[in-house]
């Protein structure tokens, strides 16, 4: 039986894909109708769900991966105040399932960077940097980057066969899925997305779940 993944903040299922790919069977949660998440999907508040330690209408999970919204800490002046800041509350209610654990956010949230990601260590076309603190506390040695080629400007509108900026690579629907390695997300969706690599591929925090009363590890190359 794969080990079961509860995916909050789920958006529209970059990360879910990775842990999907590594072995787990994943539910997302998203206060927002998600029509393209690719798995089970659950509508709900997912701080609701924590107070209910983890489950689902009942059914237990073996590990969780947290995305609270990323929008109040975001550097370079594009701060949206009026978004919560969730990172804190939702380390607490997730320490208090007991499960596994792992929360993603941006550079600058308050996060302890156990693990650092940048698309170019996967051979990406993008950087989106993100953070991982895992409940486990044990640092991932990562790639360093390399941002000496060209990226693709995955953010706001779609700008064209000019790109986001002076340099960069064009910037269409298509060109950003394939920098994101996803395939099935709108534009706007593909903004907010992490890449399935940074929960499937080596080096990517994927969890270890807890199984028959003792640890077992996802088949994930990280661990």
Known sequence: MKPRLLDLFCGAGGAAMGYHRAGFDVV?????PQ????????????????DFGGALFGQPFDAIHASPPCQSYIRGGLQHDDHPALVEPVRELLQQTGLPWVIENVPGSPLRPDAVLCGSQFGLDVRRHRWFELSWGEPILTLSCDHSQPIAGVYGALHGRQGAWPGML??????RREALGIDWMTAAELSDAIPPAYTRADRAPAPPTRQGGGVRLADSNLV
């Open 28 to 32: 997302g949660v998203d206060n927002r």
């Open 35 to 50: 029509p393209h998440y690719p798995f089970e999907f659950v509508q709900a508040n997912a701080l609701w769900v924590l």
């Open 170 to 175: 064009p910037d269409t629907l298509e060109t």
